[in-house]
């Protein structure tokens, strides 16, 4: 990458105008990335996560140098949100507020011993120089219990203002005692008016691009695009994409005139596929699967196929999409159209006889039917309903006549007396009492008038004037 697009935090050691032979510039030494010269240094230079920023909550409380929510508040924050939304972001500048030092660990390599080395530098700061330790932790979900109890003694006595971030719901992942004294904040991706704004600021920023690339308003779209609501990926990409344009350039002398033009061509060279972001075996793996059956429940063939899609890009096992649509066969479609059960097992077996990729095709076609298949959960309430009247005792005992008679002494018992075959009877049904006493004229099937079911609805009324002599 060229040094031209890494200028340094502070000023350049070299004049950042000079062109080399190559018509790049070139410096001592490495700059930093552009995402990390770019990070804001105040809150106000934050891009999205507004509903977190409204004057007097309690990141601006903890980066102006209050306790963050009150005097017996928590004074320690977990972040949680997907990657590039600003996490490390608003650590560093909480850091920033007066009598504030800075420590960064990260729960891939820090351990129990790291923790309570911070925790007694940051005491002795606390007592002898009345500094505050802002101990930022990156990934906590990583840490285990006994590394997550390490930090409680200095959370609680507030040695330290621990700032916390996670990509993992935190509920799963972080110890209760650690939660119930520190402040959940929820980040949310970063929309597509967010990113372009802070692409646009990289662009124009001393601490950017300086002005030196102009970007087309088709390279700047499809940047936005592939960033996928995270900043930092919008970044990398943009520099990249300005890495690209300035190798092509022939005759640039850094000045306002001579910025070089970064078109749809050198983003889609720099990167041309979107982050997905899926994890499965976290909330991505939940979420994704719970909005691809309510897809399906909800007859929208377009989105349960870019939910499948998603899934399958992401490397999900196609078994489990197979088991789920199985699923939603017989709970969503049911009897308003039984052969969508048929068509979700054929499915299922094709997938594990043919594997990937072609199995996408078999689970496309499952979710075609089901999603466009009429709608019916009236089995699955129907035997919810029965269940639940087991479980609260109800149905007890089983009618003489239908019980089992062909044993030695079971007709002594009345077992089978008075029963009625039911191929003797016209229409092949007979008139007798099939449930228990207690639950005799008790319905759980309730046929609805969509699809098949709605010629199932007067057979069944039928059929049960008859069983019931009504």
Request: cysteine-free; charged content about 25%; overall charge negative.
């Amino acid at each position: 990458m060229s040094d031209l697009f890494s200028v340094a935090d502070e000023e350049p050691s070299v004049d950042p105008h000079a062109p080399s032979e190559s018509g790049r510039q070139s410096a001592d030494r490495p700059r930093s990335p552009l995402a990390v010269r770019m990070r804001p240094r105040t809150l106000d230079e934050v891009v999205g996560q507004q509903h977190l920023l409204q004057p007097g909550s309690p990141l601006r409380l903890l980066a102006a140098g209050g306790s963050g929510s009150g005097p017996a508040g928590p004074s320690s924050v977990i972040l949680w949100g997907p990657p590039g939304t600003g996490k490390t972001t608003l650590a560093h500048v909480i850091a920033r507020g007066p009598g504030r030092r800075f420590v960064e660990l990260s729960a891939i390599t820090a351990g129990v011993k790291d923790v309570r080395r911070v925790m007694d530098e940051a005491l002795t700061a606390r007592d002898l120089h009345r500094i505050t330790t802002v101990l930022f932790l990156d990934e906590i979900h990583r840490f285990n219990k006994a590394q997550q109890d390490a930090l409680l003694p200095g959370v609680e006595n507030r040695w330290v203002v621990l700032v916390a971030a996670t990509t993992e719901n935190p509920s799963f992942s972080v110890v209760s005692p650690l939660l119930s004294r520190s402040l959940l904040l929820t980040l949310k991706p970063l929309t597509n008016a967010d990113i372009e704004a802070l692409l646009l600021r990289a662009v124009k920023d001393e601490r950017g691009l300086a002005g030196r690339v102009r970007l087309s308003d088709e390279a700047l779209e499809h940047l936005v695009r592939l960033a996928a609501g995270d900043a930092r990926r919008g970044l990398t990409a943009l520099e990249a994409a300005a890495g690209v344009a300035w190798g092509e350039a022939d005759d640039v002398d850094g000045t306002g005139g001579g910025a070089v033009a970064v078109e749809l061509q050198h983003a889609e060279r720099a990167l041309d596929v979107a982050a997905l972001r899926y994890d499965r075996a976290g909330d991505q793996h939940y979420d994704v699967a719970s909005a691809f059956i309510k897809s399906l429940r909800g007859s929208d063939v377009d989105a349960a196929l870019h939910y499948l899609a998603r899934m399958l890009e992401a490397g999900e096992d196609p078994r489990f999409i197979a088991r789920r649509i199985v699923i939603s066969a017989a709970e969503d479609v049911g009897m308003a159209d039984p052969t969508a059960l048929q068509t979700a097992v054929a499915a299922a077996q094709a997938v594990q006889l043919i594997g990937m990729p072609e199995g996408r095709i078999v689970l496309a076609e499952a979710v075609v039917h089901i999603a466009t298949a009429p709608k019916s959960n009236a089995a699955y309430n129907g035997i919810n309903a029965a269940i639940a009247d087991v479980r609260a005792g109800r149905g007890q005992g089983i009618p003489a006549h239908l019980r089992d008679a062909h044993y030695p002494g079971a007709a002594q018992l009345g077992h089978g007396k008075g029963y009625v075959y039911a191929h003797d009877e016209p229409h092949g049904i007979a008139r007798q009492q099939y449930p228990p006493d207690d639950l005799v004229g008790r319905n759980y099937y309730e046929p609805t008038a969509n699809g098949t079911e709605r010629e199932i609805g007067p057979r069944l009324e039928r059929l049960r004037k008859i069983v019931r002599g009504t």
